[in-house]
């Protein structure tokens, strides 16, 4: 605890950093258009009625075929948006959250550390 002898524990972490990394490299555009194709693909039956069945028909209507699907389009994906927006400022703030933590729980450490060696010695000293 008090970090004077070093254990190397052997873990995995930093192979699949390595993984998550080469991904995130290669991914790009074409990650980036499969995450929103399958996101499209969740919502696709209802949106495909919409658009479909409503939207086209009325569109065709009212002979309005640019700003009818525009509104449709910016409509749908303004949730997407704001609710990116929110995902991103939370794991920012998560991230600076842990980083104190992380600071706190190294000072706990050591502070344990050495209330268990005054408690060991005590208890050596109450047993001779």
Do not use: W
């Not at 390595?18 to 696709?44: D, H, P, V």
Request: glycine share 6%; with cysteine.
């Amino acid at each position: 605890m008090l970090e004077l002898i070093k254990i190397n524990f052997s873990n995995n972490i930093s192979h699949l950093k390595n993984i998550q990394e080469k991904l995130a490299k290669r991914g790009g555009y074409l990650g980036s258009f499969l995450l929103g194709s399958t996101f499209a693909l969740a919502f696709c039956p209802f949106s495909a009625v919409l658009f479909f069945g409503i939207l086209v028909p009325l569109a065709i209507k009212t002979k309005d075929s640019i700003l009818i699907p525009t509104s449709f389009a910016f409509a749908t994906g303004l949730p997407v948006i704001i609710l990116s927006l929110i995902l991103v400022n939370s794991v920012s703030k998560l991230g600076k959250t842990m980083n104190k933590i992380q600071t706190i729980e190294k000072i706990m450490r050591k502070i344990m550390a050495i209330i268990f060696i005054i408690a060991g010695a005590y208890l050596i000293a109450i047993c001779l």
